[in-house]
């Protein structure tokens, strides 16, 4: 089946910290994956995607994420978090010849001043 | 360059009525898919439509519909609403092109969502 999992909905750190937070996911074929971010009242905002190729990922905001194939995982960091990255982050994963994505239930990131 | 958008913002109606969400793509974007996201879930796709056909479809039932225009604005309908229906419906839209051996995948741009409540 295909589905993706974002074991924390919930995460807080301070200001200044660093931040990981993680996807897995399963599927059948070659897997496109994708992180979005949303604010509340707002659509979702791409902030990276893999396809193919290096397997860390840059993105928009100072964002960064690492495939690992062999753990099925798509981990979204960054180095140091603002308040503004206060949101809630989706991991997404989709493939070749479709644009449905399947989403994970995603991540409420809260940031300590 | 407006970008994705959808009317109304919110809407509350009553079990059994029917609704329709209206949602314009990113100038350029002939493709629009919409999905379901209920309080605390991630989306759900729904189906997604290209030259004014469905070309793809999720797990929903045939209460939920829609057309594509030639401008490629799109409709979303949703007949003899349940309470469950309620949540956030977002419209996402892209170009599709064709390329040598598949599809390529373009980025998918996501409207503010209409919130639909019923009650």
């Known amino acids: 089946a295909q589905s993706v999992t974002q074991p924390d909905i919930h995460i807080t750190v301070s200001e200044g910290a660093s931040l990981e937070l993680r996807c897995n996911y399963s599927?059948?074929?070659?897997?496109?994956l994708f992180w979005y971010v949303q604010s509340p009242g707002q659509g979702l905002q791409l902030l990276l995607k893999?396809?193919?190729?290096?397997?860390l990922v840059q993105g928009i905001k100072g964002f960064e994420a690492e495939f690992k194939r062999s753990q099925s995982s798509f981990n979204l960091r960054k180095p140091s978090v603002h308040w503004s990255d206060a949101a809630e982050y989706f991991c997404?994963?989709?493939?070749?010849?479709?644009?449905?994505?399947?989403f994970g239930t995603g991540t409420r990131l809260q940031v300590f001043p | 360059d407006a970008g994705v958008t959808q009317s109304p913002t919110h809407l509350i109606k009553t079990r059994g009525q029917q609704v329709t969400l209206r949602c314009s793509p990113k100038?350029?974007?002939?493709?629009v898919s919409w999905y379901q996201q209920a309080l605390g879930q991630g989306p759900q796709f729904i189906f997604q439509?290209?030259?004014?056909?469905?070309?793809q479809r999720g797990n929903f039932p045939d209460r939920f519909s829609g057309h594509q225009f030639p401008n490629y604005s799109s409709e979303l309908n949703v007949n003899a609403l349940l309470l469950g229906d309620s949540a956030l419906y977002l419209c996402?839209?892209?170009?599709?092109?064709?390329?040598?051996?598949?599809?390529?995948?373009?980025?998918?741009?996501f409207g503010p969502g209409t919130r639909l409540t019923v009650l």
């Open positions: 997404a994963v989709g493939g070749k010849n479709t644009d449905k994505l399947i």
């Open positions: 599927y059948g074929a070659t897997p496109y």
């Open positions: 893999y396809f193919s190729g290096d397997t």
């Open positions: 100038s350029g974007h002939d493709t």
């Open positions: 439509y290209y030259e004014e056909e469905e070309r």
């Open positions: 996402a839209s892209n170009r599709l092109e064709g390329l040598a051996g598949g599809i390529s995948y373009n980025e998918q741009f």
